[in-house]
């Protein structure tokens, strides 16, 4: 009884939690405030959002370790990030969005960590990071 009790409590908590419900299309909408320092350009040159390049490209940064786009000159606070690998994921990307210097004061425990990333998207995160994912498959 105690096993079973057990194992219908974990499945209540594993479906009771909250999924992951960025929306792409909106995403792909929203993404038109980020083009400003982003570009979205695939491996073989095609460009997918053509975008300024005072951010690094965003294609295929869902997975990929955190200040690591190359020939791309990050600031302390995210190379400080990446040098603990860490990897983005839809949920992280919504987060740092929000505010992207609390975000690395945050992951790092560094209190003087800053992010050359001065924008911070209120709402919307998550539809962007759905759209970023959706991009790179």
């Known amino acids: 009884m105690k096993i079973s009790l057990t194992a219908a409590t974990l499945a209540a908590l594993v479906l009771a939690a909250p999924a992951f419900a ?9 993404f038109n405030k980020c083009k400003t320092c982003h570009s979205i350009t695939a491996p073989d040159g095609t460009e997918i959002v053509k975008g300024a390049k005072v951010g690094p490209n965003l294609y295929g940064v869902v997975g990929r370790v955190a200040a690591s786009y190359p020939d791309f000159k990050y600031k302390d606070g ?12 839809e949920e992280e990307i919504a987060e740092y969005v929000k505010d992207p210097t609390k975000f690395l004061k945050e992951k790092t425990g560094d209190n003087k960590a800053k992010s050359q990333m001065a ?8 539809d962007v990071a759905a759209y970023l994912a959706s991009v790179a498959q």
């Open 22 to 30: 960025g929306d792409a299309a909106k995403g792909e909408k929203e």
């Open 78 to 89: 995210i190379i400080e990030l990446g040098a603990t690998g860490f990897t983005w994921t």
């Open 119 to 126: 924008f911070k998207l209120a709402k919307g995160g998550e």
